[in-house]
């Protein structure tokens, strides 16, 4: 899942994709890369992101999100918001992607009705984008398999059965790596538990630049190590910056893991 950030301020490339021309550059390099689903952000959900409303959101979705979808792409919107995220069924959005794991039961009818898979993100903070939060990675990781158990019960109890479960890293867990370290480490138990396609997106998150001591620009073989443990571990999607390098990586892996086996 390649991630296009339509937005400002992201804390990986904000500015450089919010013009449609840029985005849907960027989305179709992905493509070439490997990518099997663009995911686009109009909104930065890290601490200290601007706040976008709906209309903003939808502003800087529409042009981007019609042609991918026309040209048959697969496309995952990355919004909270009720209105954005109605948009993006209209239009034509395969998944809609919720980093506070749609938490609204009033509207699990329509998002039933919808046809869209829902990614449904954990997080520590409910509610809002990520803040900076000290945590304990044990409690976390309770946290997690409780917000899964009645999260999905609610969901599935109102007709919804299209699920992907994201369990958060980074900031969205707390603000030192333990508790993202915790959640990689379990991924397989989490999978076996729940029975869902598992979604994780590492990918120049915080933990890593604060384990290696590494700047952002140069926190991709970081992130690469990542993703590759994530993928041995059962991840179904893994939501990245770097979809050339990832299915390159996949590739080795895989050839390697034939020839041992």
């Not at 990542?226 to 979809?243: K, P, S, V």
Request: aromatic residues 6%; charged residues 20%.
């Amino acid at each position: 899942m390649g991630i296009v950030n339509v937005t400002a301020d992201s804390f990986s490339d904000g500015g450089k994709y919010l013009a449609t021309e840029n985005a849907l550059a960027q989305a179709w390099r992905l493509v070439e890369g490997g990518a099997d689903v663009i995911d686009l952000g109009p909104a930065a959900s890290h601490p200290g992101a601007q706040r976008v409303s709906a209309e903003e959101e939808i502003r800087r979705l529409a042009v981007v999100l019609d042609e991918l979808v026309a040209a048959r792409i697969p496309v995952s919107v990355d919004s909270f918001l009720p209105e954005t995220q109605r948009f993006a069924a209209a239009h034509g959005a395969t998944y809609l992607n919720d980093i506070q794991g749609f938490p609204d039961p009033e509207r699990y009818a329509e998002l039933a009705d919808s046809g869209c898979t829902l990614i449904v993100m954990h997080s520590v903070q409910r509610r809002g984008p990520a803040t900076e939060v000290r945590t304990d990675a044990s409690t976390v990781y309770q946290g997690i398999e409780r917000f899964f158990h009645q999260r999905l019960a609610n969901l599935q109890a109102a007709g919804v059965d299209r699920l992907v479960l994201d369990p958060g890293l980074g900031h969205f867990l707390g603000s030192t790596p333990e508790p993202s370290l915790k959640v990689l480490a379990n991924l397989s138990t989490l999978k076996a538990q729940f029975d869902r396609p598992i979604l994780v997106s590492p990918s120049r998150k915080s933990f890593l630049r604060t384990l290696t001591g590494t700047a952002l620009a140069d926190i991709g073989p970081a992130t690469l190590a990542a993703e590759l443990y994530a993928a041995t571990q059962g991840a179904d999607l893994i939501r990245t910056h770097d979809t050339a390098a990832l299915t390159d990586a996949l590739t080795i892996h895989s050839a390697l893991r034939a020839r041992c086996s």
